[in-house]
T-cell receptor, first 111, second 114 residues
Framework: QKEVEQDPGPLSVPEGAIVSLNCTYS??????FMWYRQYSRKGPELLMY????GNKEDGRFTAQVDKSSKYISLFIRDSQPSDSATYLC???????????FGSGTRLSIRP | GAVVSQHPSRVICKSGTSVKIECRSL??????MFWYRQFPKQSLMLMAT?????????EQGVEKDKFLINHASLTLSTLTVTSAHPEDSSFYIC??????????FGPGTRLTVL
């Protein structure tokens, strides 16, 4: 079993829709949870960084962490074509060093 | 924000040759740098962790004699793929960490071995 599971997609939604991206994990030691956006042929860009459970909002992006269910989500409101990219969830344990990535979800926003 | 650069951005080489990829932290000192590899449509896989002035720590299954990592200064780490073969063709990405917990990623280097 992989430590982090993420549906690879592809996920295609119309512009303006709310997008929900999710990951599950198995290691209860994970304390830090991240979402990265990666455009084609580019390095990943950090979108959201949260510690432990709860919600965090930044503009159109909201990250949720439910440690009891070992489940994290990223919501994108008012989605734009420029949001089309691969979104990777990632996690770290309390030592906050090595990052374990999900496989990434390819998202396409249709104009 | 913290910027990490990689050079070259793309390299094509013949099988059997060695290729060096540089990773630099431009506006901060990176005590720790990480090297990842990403095959098409797959996630990033950590190859090794390097701390300035000490030997790199390699992940299980990564050949340390094939992927040589040198972290000579607080702003530069290099990855040398020795005797590259077509199966080494991949997207190589580095990241750098300051004293905090956040890793900043470079733009990646696409290696194609013919």
């Amino acid at each position: 079993q992989k430590e982090v599971e993420q549906d690879p997609g592809p996920l295609s939604v119309p512009e303006g829709a709310i997008v929900s991206l999710n990951c599950t994990y198995s290691n209860s030691a994970f304390q830090y949870f991240m979402w990265y956006r990666q455009y084609s042929r580019k390095g990943p860009e950090l979108l959201m960084y949260t510690y432990s459970s709860g919600n965090k909002e930044d503009g159109r992006f909201t990250a949720q962490v439910d440690k009891s269910s070992k489940y994290i989500s990223l919501f994108i409101r008012d989605s734009q074509p420029s949001d089309s990219a691969t979104y990777l969830c990632a996690m770290q344990d309390s030592s906050a060093s090595k990052i374990i990535f999900g496989s990434g979800t390819r998202l396409s926003i249709r104009p | 924000g913290a910027v990490v650069s990689q050079h070259p951005s793309r390299v094509i080489c013949k099988s059997g040759t060695s290729v060096k990829i540089e990773c630099r932290s431009l506006d901060f000192q990176a005590t720790t740098m990480f090297w990842y590899r990403q095959f098409p449509k797959q996630s990033l896989m950590l190859m090794a962790t390097s701390n300035e002035g000490s030997k790199a720590t390699y992940e299980q299954g990564v050949e340390k004699d094939k992927f040589l990592i040198n972290h000579a200064s607080l702003t530069l780490s290099t990855l040398t793929v020795t005797s590259a073969h077509p199966e080494d063709s991949s997207f190589y990405i580095c990241s750098a960490m300051t004293g905090g917990d956040t890793q900043y990623f470079g733009p990646g280097t696409r290696l194609t071995v013919l």
